[in-house]
């Protein structure tokens, strides 16, 4: 495979010819799997010997080989590790068999033929199509032909297609973002004599390709798949190319017969593979705690080592001499040479301490649980899409990481997004208001109207007014209130990023719309209506029907959404008429700008803006924008009455936008912009951002508000009693969000999320102020004074007591200091913090409301320049604070947070807490929080499946996350927890018996237990029940888990797997043993067992005796443990004491003639005895009820979990309901 070499320039970009000798070497193979068989081997012992547990059985392997060393055949020391490596492999293989079929579906996908063989895609060589060429030996610089419902091969970029007149063609990306509504992708076009045309639209046809020159700019290869930037070269002329043109590798092209296209990136360059990448690895605390007890297991391991090794040496020197049959063996080695070889033969008869089976168990109970997540049926459900249609087949929980599932027993925070996370993010236009010029005052100065309620309000106003044409351009406010309300509509008609769905099963003649945005959805069918619908749209025209009559728009220019500016607009020219030579406009045609987006920028950008400013003391004041162009109606009238309207629709919960409109009469000047626009879009490299966002800057400005749009966005179902339930549980919930405050605690209030009535509610309001922040635009000694000032202002906001200020706070920056002192005696951590811990000493529920440019300010390392450390070790002050504030409150609210705030926040706070986070979002704005969290997951949502993609776990709904953690994140926990614990204990019980042994043979390392029968106890006899209980054991029955959430709450506190849930297990692994090794020891002295055959008891019968109570006892244990039982259960318990006599049997049978055959018959002359069964039953069941029964009871009666008390509650009520349904 022949990996791509980019050759980039001085600028960091890379060039793609036709000419393919001119370009770096390529492949377009793919490679997803990890292994060849050539490599298998070695990589993947490589990737087993990572575990620390089998570098320790490989050591342990390895000193069984010494001759003369291990008191076992090596064989039973090599046999169970090569078990466990061989079933580690046969699952790693098993996988990367599936990942190398999909890789050869892949590189051998060849292009599309008719049934008479005649190609139909294909690679264009020397001007004919070629379909036979396989995916894999496609390269950069070829020329593809695409066919519709075809996958694109490659990265390509789109130069023709076979919409002539436009050269659309339509992707579908489900592959790559989940989302199933085509995507429409332009040929690149170009202006030439005023006329605009396709520039390579003379590319039609293979043969066209012979002999032309095309030439590529572009970015390298990156995993964006919403940015990419190009430079399209084509006869001496040359466009700026984007996303608009790419076609990306993976995607489908629909409705859309042919397309041709350039080849930009192959194999692993494209997007696809790019974006194909693992997650970040997360570990559950369990595999840590794991981790910690392997170590202290090791630790143990070795200090009994020792003190074996030293009772050897000291039984050496007691009896060298004095017992002559042994005196060989106590001669042969001085003191310090026997204290070495035992510490060798040690290391092998204890090792047993370390459950090898342990791991390979630990993988099958978790991947069973993730199976058992997905076929939970109470969490399957149907989706609908944006019209409330039903989505496809109903779906389920979708486990997409089995390694965190006891990881969501233990999660303290949840921080989650609002918008389809807990709302439907179903639009519902809801409230609009539009401005009326015709009003004196605030209340006449604006219409509102409620879709809801009068659909055709504004229809009526427009037929009374007998309108029937767009407004005309007045280069300030038309005074006319109908200009106002047509510039409202056709904003909502055509500021959008809509297609037309190609519904073929529709009932009815109404357009139906689609597109990325639920809220542009919405807004369209309000303009629809009431007069003013969208017809049709291709990437350079949009049509519109006003009161049935059609008039086009090109599109000169978009200017998309971006977070940083919140908000998108769209500059049109028309009305046009369709010619055969084109778009021509009419004499009333005029150029426009378009404008929609949140009020805090829309409103600080408009004809006499007005903005609440900070004057450094924690006040905010109205103020007039320097520089914006007057409106006195606007600031005078209009304003109030808006900014008024906005706060009330936020109050209710209403997701606002603000409408507004720009006439371009200035010809020139739109010219000038229009041409560094174009320019910047040329632009292929780092400074492209900051050119695109100059020149957004600029036309962004001095525009006119016309209104204000409410959507509605109603809470999913069981939101509000899942947050309460969650919150009862211990749980804090934050909910991150980019709507303005009085939207956000609206909606947290709906969702009982806070409860403004009974809670006590703090907030911290810190905003930076203006005049303090960093900007670069600014000279070197103007910026420094900023910094200065911004420093002095922290500095005092984190002493806000009246402490004196630093020594280089001088001059305005103590003014600025005092400003930071003023803030923080506000509403800020001072006041929040007592009136939290004052709440809880109330037992008051108490949460937290703030905003991110106050978390700009507390999260570490602070704003934007600053440099003195005073400043520094202020803001992580306050962050301290902070957390112990969260560490208070029961919930919090997050408004106008970016999606890197968001991430950042869940990855500070973690770091800062050490507690288990959880984040749970829908859209791709919630990336990196999930990537972020412990635990990440994704709801099936109406933004496509980035969150899925990039969560651990997937449901359908928000209700669905109280299942998952309550029952199966509880479930997964015990479970785990039991098959380690139990694990542990019976390896502990067989380690100490050979201890307790070591104390009769003279510390010799003699084994009590046949090798195999060592062997097999480790990782065979007893592995079934661990397995079983991991799988369906479960301590609560799945109704008390979900609906008590007190339940939840110790879970935290390590209920399964703390100190104690140790010595329960642990110091009975140490006293069991004891009791059986003495009772069997002094009761076979007598030559009990085979007294009546003639035959005295030996070592071997001796062992096999112990090693079957000591299974027999680990089995009662266990099923003293156990509190779901069915069948599995009893079938893993059953299975294992009859695999253990059927073994022994076969095992003693068959006569070696290699190694040790001391074993041979023992089984018969042991198992025939009836006292070994009396035994088995007597240790077993006897020694657990006489020892864990009164236990057992003692620590319910005095010392009940709250696990068990609810437990007594229920069965209390069972046994009630049982009498009553008697009665």
């Known amino acids: ?212 020159e095309i030439e590529v700019e572009c970015v390298p290869p990156s995993a964006d798949l919403h940015e990419w930037t190009g430079k399209l070269v084509y006869k001496g002329r040359s466009e700026g190319v984007n996303i608009n043109q790419f076609l990306y590798r993976g995607s489908k092209l629909v409705s859309t017969q042919w397309a041709y296209g350039i080849v930009l990136y192959c194999g692993m360059d494209t997007k696809m593979q790019k974006n194909n990448k693992p997650k970040p690895p997360k570990r559950g605390i369990l595999d840590m705690r794991l981790n910690h007890l392997l170590l202290y297991m090791l630790a143990l391991q070795i200090a009994v080592i020792l003190l074996m090794c030293a009772g050897s040496v000291l039984y050496r020197n007691a009896n060298e001499g004095d017992v002559w049959y042994i005196d060989y063996y106590l001669q042969q080695y001085s003191a310090v040479a026997t204290f070495f070889w035992r510490f060798l033969t040690y290391f092998i008869l204890v090792s047993v301490m370390i459950p090898i089976s342990l791991f390979v168990t630990i993988e099958l109970t978790k991947t069973a649980q993730a199976k058992l997540m997905g076929w939970d049926r109470k969490m399957v459900t149907t989706l609908l899409d944006a019209n409330g249609d039903p989505i496809g087949d109903p779906v389920g929980c979708n486990p997409r990481a089995s390694d965190l599932n006891e990881q969501l027993a233990i999660v303290k925070y949840i921080f989650s997004d609002k918008t389809g996370t807990l709302t439907e993010n179903r639009m519902a236009f809801h409230t609009g208001d539009i401005g009326n010029p015709e009003g004196g005052d605030p209340k006449s100065a604006g219409i509102e109207f409620e879709y809801t309620k009068k659909a055709t309000e504004l229809l009526d106003l427009l037929q009374r007014k007998n309108v029937k044409s767009p407004p005309g351009g007045y280069p300030t406010r038309s005074p006319e209130m109908i200009d106002n309300v047509m510039w409202y509509l056709m904003n909502l008609s055509l500021c959008h990023e809509l297609s037309i769905l190609d519904d073929e099963n529709k009932k009815s003649d109404v357009i139906l719309y689609q597109g990325a945005s639920p809220d542009e959805v919405a807004l369209a069918k309000v303009a629809q209506a009431n007069g003013v619908e969208f017809r049709s749209r291709t990437s350079g025209a949009m049509t519109i029907a006003i009161m049935g009559n059609e008039y086009i728009y090109k599109i000169v220019d978009t200017l998309p959404f971006t977070s940083k500016r919140k908000m998108m607009s769209i500059i049109l020219y028309g009305p046009c008429e369709a010619t055969p030579g084109g778009l021509m406009p009419t004499k009333n045609a005029i150029r426009f700008l378009l404008i929609k987006g949140a009020d805090s920028s829309v409103m600080a950008r408009c004809n006499g803006a007005i903005v609440a400013e900070s004057d450094g003391s924690g006040k905010e004041h109205m103020v007039r924008v320097e520089n914006a162009k007057p409106d006195p109606w606007y600031s005078d009238t209009y304003f109030p009455r808006l900014n008024n309207k906005l706060s009330k629709l936020g109050g209710i919960g209403l997701r606002t936008l603000v409408l507004a409109y720009k006439p371009l009469l200035d010809d020139a000047r739109y010219e000038a912009w229009h041409s560094s626009y174009v320019k910047a879009q040329k632009i292929v490299g780092p400074t492209r951002e900051t050119e695109m966002e100059e020149c957004w800057d600029k036309m962004e400005r001095d525009f006119t508000v016309c209104g204000c749009t409410a959507i509605e966005d109603r809470l999913q179902d069981k939101v509000p009693e ?448 009836p006292k070994f069964w009396l035994w088995n039953l007597f240790f077993g069941a006897g020694l657990i009820g006489a020892i864990e029964l009164p236990l057992l009871y003692f620590q319910k009666q005095y010392f009940p979990t709250t696990r068990d008390l609810a437990q007594k509650v229920a069965n209390v009520n069972k046994a009630f309901e049982t009498r009553r349904c008697q009665v």
């Open 722 to 1169: 899942t947050v309460e339930h969650l919150i009862k549980a211990g749980i804090v919930i934050w909910m991150l969000t980019g709507d303005k405050q009085e939207t956000a605690e609206t909606i947290a209030g709906t969702a009982r999320l806070i409860n403004k009535q009974t809670w006590q509610l703090c907030y911290l309001n810190a905003k930076l102020p203006g005049a303090y922040s960093e900007d670069i635009s600014l000279p070197p000694e103007q910026r420094e004074v900023r910094r200065n000032n911004c420093e002095a202002w922290l500095c005092g906001l984190a002493d806000p007591t009246g402490g004196s200020p630093p020594s280089w706070v001088q001059g305005p920056a103590l003014d600025a200091h005092k400003g930071g002192q003023a803030t923080g005696k506000g509403a800020f951590l001072m006041e929040a913090l007592t009136n939290a811990k004052n709440a809880k000493q109330r037992g008051q529920n108490c949460a937290l409301v703030t905003d991110g440019a106050t978390l700009g300010v507390l999260i570490p390392p602070g704003p934007a320049g600053i440099k003195k450390e005073e400043a520094k070790d202020a803001v992580n002050k306050m962050w301290h604070d902070f957390i112990e504030l969260a560490g208070i409150v029961n919930s919090g609210v997050l408004c106008r947070l970016t999606p890197e705030q968001k991430g950042l926040i869940v990855r500070v706070f973690q770091q800062t807490t050490g507690e288990t986070a959880l984040a749970i979002g829908d859209g791709s704005n919630d990336v990196p929080m999930i990537n972020e969290s412990y635990v990440g997951v994704g709801i099936m949502g109406l933004e496509g499946s980035q969150a899925v993609l990039a969560s651990d776990y997937a449901i359908p709904r928000f209700k669905h996350l109280r299942r998952l953690l309550m029952v199966h994140g509880r479930y997964s926990l015990y479970r785990n927890s039991i098959c380690i614990l139990f694990s542990f204990y019976k390896n502990l019980m067989l380690a100490a018996t050979q201890i307790f042994y070591s104390f009769l043979c003279g510390f010799s390392g003699q084994t009590l237990f046949d090798a195999w029968l060592l062997a097999f106890q480790n990782f065979a006899f007893t592995s079934l029940p661990p397995l079983f209980a991991g799988i369906v054991e479960q301590d609560v029955d799945e109704d008390m888990a979900e609906n008590k959430p007190e339940l939840y709450a110790e879970l935290r506190d390590g209920l399964y797997f703390n100190k104690r849930a140790m010595c329960v297990w642990f110091i009975p692994a140490i006293i069991h043993p004891l009791v059986l090794f003495l009772l069997t020891y002094s009761t076979q002295l007598n030559d009990d067992i085979g007294a009546s055959t003639g035959r005295t008891t030996d070592i071997s019968s001796h062992g096999t005796l112990i090693l079957a109570c000591q299974i027999t006892t680990a089995l009662f244990k266990l099923s003293m443990h156990i509190r779901c039982w069915n069948w599995l259960q009893v079938a893993g318990i059953m299975a294992s004491f009859i695999m253990f006599i059927l073994f022994c049997i076969i095992y003693s049978s068959i006569e070696i003639f290699w190694g040790d055959s001391s074993y041979y018959h023992s089984a018969f002359y042991t198992m025939n005895d």
């Open 1 to 212: 495979m022949a990996k791509s070499k980019h050759v980039l320039t001085e600028h960091g970009t890379m060039h793609v010819y036709s000419d393919k000798s001119k370009n770096h070497q390529s492949s377009n193979f793919i490679k997803t799997s990890k292994y060849e068989i050539w490599n298998f081997l070695p990589l993947n012992l490589y990737s087993q010997f990572g575990r620390i547990s089998n570098v320790y059985f490989f050591i342990n392997m390895c000193v069984a080989l010494v001759p003369g060393v291990s008191p076992i055949s090596p064989i039973t020391a090599i046999f169970p590790l090569v078990f466990v490596l061989a079933v580690g492999a046969a699952k790693d293989a098993y996988e990367d068999y599936h990942r190398h079929k999909d890789d050869e579906k892949w590189n051998s996908m060849p292009g599309k033929t008719n049934d008479d063989g005649s190609p139909l895609s294909g690679v264009v060589i020397n001007g004919k199509l070629d379909a036979s060429v396989p995916s894999a030996d496609i390269q950069v610089g070829d020329i593809l032909k695409i066919g519709r419902g075809e996958q694109i091969r490659a990265d390509v970029l789109l130069l023709s297609s076979s919409d002539s007149a436009e050269h659309n063609a339509y992707i579908e990306t489900m592959q790559l973002d989940g989302e199933t509504n085509a995507k429409v992708r332009q040929a690149a076009s170009t202006t030439e004599n005023n006329v605009t045309k396709n520039l390579t639209c003379d590319l039609v046809t293979p043969s066209a390709f012979q002999g032309a």
